[in-house]
């Protein structure tokens, strides 16, 4: 089995350098917590394994030859990037309100504690849930992740030998490469924790996030 690997790997590390749906999501995860970030690293590489798996067997190539699946696949993926940002702005401004009055009238005793969510009665499981959950969903429905499986993978192929071994072996080399550059990216965005733990910061930053997700999921949806 003869396949392109120095030309493989360029055009891989390539495509993760450029900022994407995937990129913002990690990212964004990261800040909010480590663990969140490397959870949404991880589900987008479960994602890529589907896309893998789906190429695989033939399954892409048929919704690349179907405009009606490629468009729902797209239209889908679009839609969760703008509820993702959508849901992101708005807890922005509710979080800019909730410490306007708690400025304006501050906590007393007789406040009493604040009751607990049940979504977060368990934040470590609740992170990495929440984490894997939007890096999966957005990978998965990216059909572009789905197009390299089946337009740019197999030029690196040898068409001598099993295609299929060779489309799982270069998309788990991809996985992996994939793996150790989303961790990276969380080590680095953790660091800016600390920016983002100041109010103003962290509200510009949950702005500006969440009108990258609408602006990419509109992008998304109205591109050819």
């Given at each position: 089995?003869?396949?392109?690997?120095v030309?493989?790997?360029?055009v891989v590390?390539v495509?993760?350098?450029v900022?994407?749906?995937?990129?913002?999501?990690?990212l964004?995860?990261?800040?909010?917590?480590?663990?969140?970030?490397?959870?949404?690293?991880l589900g987008?590489?479960?994602?890529l394994?589907v896309?893998m798996l789906?190429?695989a067997?033939?399954?892409?190539?048929?919704?690349a030859?179907?405009?009606m699946?490629?468009?729902?696949?797209?239209?889908?993926g679009?839609?969760?990037?703008?509820?993702?940002?959508?849901?992101?702005?708005l807890?922005?401004?509710?979080?800019?309100?909730?410490?306007?009055a708690?400025q304006?009238?501050?906590a007393g005793?007789e406040?009493?504690?604040?009751?607990?969510d049940?979504?977060t009665?368990?934040?470590?499981?609740?992170?990495?849930?929440?984490?894997f959950?939007?890096g999966f969903?957005?990978?998965?429905?990216?059909?572009?992740?789905?197009?390299?499986?089946?337009s740019?993978?197999?030029?690196f192929v040898?068409?001598?030998?099993?295609?299929?071994?060779?489309?799982f072996?270069?998309?788990?080399?991809d996985?992996?490469?994939g793996?150790?550059?989303?961790?990276?990216?969380?080590?680095?965005?953790t660091?800016?924790?600390?920016?983002?733990a100041?109010?103003?910061?962290?509200?510009?930053?949950?702005l500006?996030?969440?009108?990258?997700?609408i602006?990419i999921?509109?992008?998304v949806?109205?591109?050819?």
């Open positions: 089995m003869s396949i392109d690997l030309g493989f790997l360029g590390m495509a993760y350098l900022p994407g749906p995937d990129f913002l999501v990690v964004r995860s990261a800040t909010e917590h480590p663990s969140k970030g490397r959870a949404a690293g987008a590489q479960a994602g394994c896309h789906a190429a067997t033939g399954l892409s190539l048929i919704a030859r179907s405009p699946v490629y468009d729902a696949i797209k239209l889908l679009a839609a969760y990037l703008v509820y993702l940002g959508v849901r992101t702005v807890a922005a401004r509710r979080a800019a309100r909730e410490q306007s708690g304006a009238k501050p005793p406040d009493g504690p604040a009751p607990e049940p979504a009665a368990d934040p470590v499981r609740g992170r990495w849930r929440s984490g959950t939007q969903l957005t990978n998965v429905l990216n059909p572009k992740a789905a197009l390299f499986f089946i740019i993978l197999p030029q040898n068409g001598d030998g099993s295609m299929t071994r060779q489309i072996f270069l998309g788990t080399l996985v992996l490469i793996i150790v550059y989303w961790l990276a990216l969380v080590a680095v965005a660091r800016l924790r600390a920016l983002l100041r109010p103003r910061f962290r509200h510009r930053w949950e500006t996030t969440g009108w990258l997700f602006g999921g509109i992008g949806a109205t591109i050819a």
